[in-house]
């Protein structure tokens, strides 16, 4: 597929400048807005008279006129995460104008629409989005998106797309004149446009119309990801949390590569999706959270609006139900999967480990096929996490034998197994896939799992647990694993992180938010930013490219473009944040406690 801008003899006078060229002071932060769709930012002084946003920009292009431009203020190894290869031109500056319009065929069109709807809001550009194969707008620069083929392309060029790009990677050129996204898959095309966003300036986040000099840095990215797995998991079991609160968190993965929405659905707490054929699961199981919370769950049509969302921004989700234990909210609702067949009291503290169904009962592996045939058919990606962690008290051998059969069950489904690492020592079904959270590298158990056929993804309680606090002060969280800052979730290597275990046998990795002291969307953000991007990092960047010093300038550049949209993050001390950044304002200080809807 190729995205590509032509330029034609525009002169200086078509390029917006910017009035302000610094970021504006942020005051406090206003009720957390979608990713994708920005807080306005402080006002640009330009006349109201303009009816249309178009028209605006083109004021402001006016208004430009004859001004020297600044040179482009993002460069082009600014990205997060770190591309695989990046080589400069200081010559080959590009600037959007106001007439752009956007090419594309029916192969890359979502794309195409999604980097409209990214930059209409801030340049007020129409860029409307048109047929490759068809006859081109009337304007000096034109943006294309296409299928890339081994010969020449529609339009002439040969856009032929580099063999070694794979499903996930893409390669940008930008030149005075020209810019050039090619890639094998939409999924590369999506992952070159987040690029390209990145690379406008931080204004791109803003809702409303800015007179700025819309610049791309010049010269060439090649790119491509380390790890084919890279997610976060957010638990909606503890605190549930809403479809337009997981639809928010998807845009924060998509904006940094991350491929998988692991959902820990179900726990002690509360069980979160609907299930037919034991209704009872939600309507008695779903109504309690931590400390007597409202609860809720998602019905099946929720569902199916979370994975699409999801689908359309190339990430896959990945449901758990959490089998044998943290299963307190289903034996309220059916006794008679509890071993004494008595049911519980609803359960809203914060400890683990307590309870389980029962597998001796023949009734159980029922209900877990059902569970896991029902949950299959709403889910296209190919996984199923059935849990398997803190079932303290089942005895080993039960617990062996129960996970042996819960594992056939998902397998019957057609879907691949995925399991914290406690089912290692369960036998292997093809594909399986543990999840490790350990906090020490030397796992026997782990490491012989692996050497069964297993691969893992890396989540270490240490590392990547987006619910441990930044510092002995941070009002929310945990400590159990440590404190883990920037730094910390940054400087590790999934590759050689378990003892035994080859970096070809880790499918990738993933930073859970467990949420036992996470309430709503302000506090969501606030644990994943600015963790986030260095678990992303991780996953997609070589080895090579991995540089603290590095990261942390990088990154630093991000929270103008966090504020700028609206969304809530920590100001963490080891960041040097530009001065444009407002100052820390902690969750526990927030008035919006409650969680906005997606515009």
């Known amino acids: 597929m190729t995205f590509a801008i032509s330029h034609a003899n525009t002169p200086l006078g078509a390029v917006a400048v910017s009035t302000n060229p610094t970021a504006p002071e942020t005051g406090p932060q206003p009720r957390p807005r979608p990713a994708d769709a920005p807080a306005p930012a402080p006002g640009v002084d330009l006349p109201a008279a303009p009816a249309t946003a178009a028209e605006l920009a083109r004021v402001a292009a006016d208004r430009a006129a004859g001004q020297l431009a600044p040179p482009a203020p993002v460069r082009l190894h600014d990205v997060v995460p770190a591309p695989a290869q990046a080589r400069p031109d200081p010559a080959g500056d590009f600037t959007l104008p106001p007439d752009a319009a956007i090419r594309v065929s029916a192969a890359g069109r979502h794309v195409a629409e999604q980097l409209a709807d990214w930059l209409r809001p801030a340049t007020g550009f129409p860029l409307p989005v048109t047929d490759h194969a068809g006859p081109g707008p009337d304007a000096p620069l034109t943006l294309t998106l296409s299928p890339a083929t081994a010969t020449a392309g529609t339009d002439g060029d040969d856009t032929g797309s580099d063999p070694a790009l794979g499903d996930e990677g893409y390669r940008l050129d930008v030149t005075a004149t020209d810019v050039r996204i090619t890639a094998d898959t939409p999924a590369g095309l999506f992952h070159g446009a987040q690029t390209l966003r990145q690379l406008l300036p931080p204004a791109i986040e803003s809702a409303t119309p800015v007179a700025e000099r819309w610049a791309v840095p010049g010269g060439t990215i090649v790119d491509r990801p380390r790890f084919p797995y890279r997610g976060a998991m957010l638990d909606v079991a503890r605190h549930f949390f809403g479809v337009d609160d997981v639809l928010r968190v998807v845009d924060h993965l998509a904006r940094y590569k991350l491929n998988h929405l692991h959902l820990h659905l179900t726990d002690d707490q509360g069980w979160r999706i609907a299930v037919d054929s034991w209704p009872r699961l939600a309507e008695v199981g779903g109504v309690t959270g931590v400390g007597g919370g409202p609860g809720g769950w998602y019905t099946p049509d929720d569902y199916r609006r979370i994975v699409a969302y999801a689908a359309r921004r190339h990430v896959t989700v990945v449901p758990e139900i959490d089998l044998p234990g943290h299963t307190n909210a289903a034996l309220v609702a059916y006794p008679e999967l509890a071993p004494g067949k008595t049911a519980p009291p609803p359960y809203t503290g914060t400890d683990v480990g307590f309870s389980y169904v029962d597998p001796a009962d023949e009734r159980t592996y029922a209900f877990v096929a059902d569970v896991f045939g029902e949950l299959a058919a709403l889910t296209p990606g190919p996984w199923l996490h059935l849990g398997g962690d803190e079932a303290f008290k089942v005895p080993a051998e039960r617990y062996r034998a129960f996970v042996e059969r819960a594992q056939a069950l998902v397998a019957a489904t057609g879907k691949t197994v995925v399991g914290w690492h406690q089912i290692a020592p369960?036998?292997?079904?093809?594909?399986?896939?543990?999840?490790?959270?350990?906090?020490?590298?030397?796992?026997?158990?782990?490491?012989?799992?692996?050497?069964?056929?297993?691969?893992?993804?890396?989540?270490?309680?240490?590392?990547?647990?987006?619910?441990?606090?930044?510092?002995?002060?941070?009002?929310?969280?945990?400590?159990?694993?440590?404190?883990?800052?920037?730094?910390?979730?940054?400087?590790?290597?999934?590759?050689?992180?378990?003892?035994?275990?080859?970096?070809?046998?880790?499918?990738?990795?993933?930073?859970?938010?467990?949420?036992?002291?996470?309430?709503?969307?302000?506090?969501?953000?606030?644990?994943?930013?600015?963790?986030?991007?260095?678990?992303?990092?991780?996953?997609?960047?070589?080895?090579?490219?991995?540089?603290?010093?590095?990261?942390?300038?990088?990154?630093?550049?991000?929270?103008?473009?966090?504020?700028?949209?609206?969304?809530?993050?920590?100001?963490?001390?080891?960041?040097?944040?530009?001065?444009?950044?407002?100052?820390?304002?902690?969750?526990?200080?927030?008035?919006?406690?409650?969680?906005?809807?997606?515009?």
């Open 426 to 599: 369960a036998g292997h079904v093809d594909g399986r896939v543990l999840q490790w959270w350990g906090t020490n590298g030397d796992d026997p158990a782990t490491a012989d799992a692996v050497r069964r056929g297993a691969r893992l993804i890396l989540s270490p309680g240490n590392h990547a647990y987006l619910d441990m606090k930044y510092a002995a002060d941070t009002p929310i969280g945990h400590d159990w694993a440590g404190l883990v800052d920037v730094r910390r979730a940054y400087d590790w290597d999934p590759g050689t992180h378990v003892h035994g275990v080859p970096a070809d046998a880790v499918l990738g990795v993933e930073a859970p938010l467990w949420t036992e002291s996470v309430t709503n969307r302000a506090e969501i953000e606030f644990m994943l930013l600015p963790r986030l991007p260095a678990l992303a990092e991780l996953g997609w960047s070589p080895r090579a490219t991995h540089d603290w010093p590095a990261f942390r300038d990088r990154l630093a550049g991000h929270g103008v473009r966090w504020a700028t949209a609206g969304i809530a993050f920590h100001r963490a001390p080891e960041i040097p944040w530009p001065a444009t950044v407002a100052p820390q304002r902690r969750p526990a200080d927030r008035p919006d406690r409650d969680r906005a809807p997606l515009g």
